[in-house]
Structure formats: C-alpha cells, structure tokens
Nanobody, 124 residues
Framework: QVQVVESGGGLVQPGESLNLSCTASGNFLSINTMGWYRQPPGKQRELVAT???????DSSDSVLGRFTIGRDDARNTVYLQMNSLKPEDTAVYYC??????????????????WGQGTQVTVSS
C-alpha cells in the first residue's frame, strides 16, 4: 500500500520559518516529480513548488526567494523550507508525488499520489 505523508506544519508569527517534509512509502520503483501545493482558506489549490528527479525546480512567483524545495531520493522525501513567512502563506499544504511502478513485462507506469495535507498558519 502506498502512502504519502506530510509533516512539519504549525502556527508561527510573521517573519518566522517552518520546514515541511513529505515521505512516500510502499512498493514502487522510483519517484519522478515531487512537489508542494497549498490551498488558502476559501481559495483553490495552487502550486507552491515542484522538483523533478533531475533537480529541475518550478516555483510560484509568490514564494521565490523565501521558500526552497529539495529532495532526498534515498529517503523518498521532499522538503520545503519556508522562510520569512507572511500571513498570506496561511494554507493547508499538500504534497504530491509521481510514483513509478512495474507494469507488465518491462513496462513501467506512473501514478500521482497526494498526502492528506498539513496546516500552516502565519499570524501574530
């Protein structure tokens, strides 16, 4: 059974930092793109940052220079270091992982899995 589990959310004051982590576990071959998305209160889910297996990063303009995404493939984990947090960063943060599985014979296929989300609240 595959699981994708986030951790590290919480309540912080403006200007402070948080580090989120997300680990995938289960019977899969490898992980392609991993990333973070967020859903602010009353709004739609939006991209925060993604990182490919080769290390290419795609980030929202709203977090450039403040948030850093990284991954540790030995631990099947993606991280999000969030600095200089602002009240508008308040949201439920979700992790997404594109996992690769054995198919028939030599075939491989990819499926996207999501974590359950972790709350980040930035408030004074």
């Amino acid at each position: 059974q595959v699981q994708v589990v986030e951790s590290g959310g919480g309540l912080v004051q403006p200007g402070e930092s948080l580090n989120l982590s997300c680990t995938a576990s289960g019977n899969f071959l490898s992980i392609n793109t991993m990333g973070w998305y967020r859903q602010p209160p009353g709004k739609q889910r939006e991209l925060v940052a993604t990182i490919t297996r080769g290390g290419r990063i795609d980030s929202s303009d709203s977090v450039l220079g403040r948030f850093t995404i990284g991954r540790d493939d030995a631990r099947n984990t993606v991280y999000l270091q969030m600095n200089s947090l602002k009240p508008e960063d308040t949201a439920v943060y979700y992790c997404a992982a594109h996992l690769v599985f054995h198919g028939k014979g030599w075939d491989r296929y990819e499926r996207e899995y999501w974590g359950q989300g972790t709350q980040v609240t930035v408030s004074s």
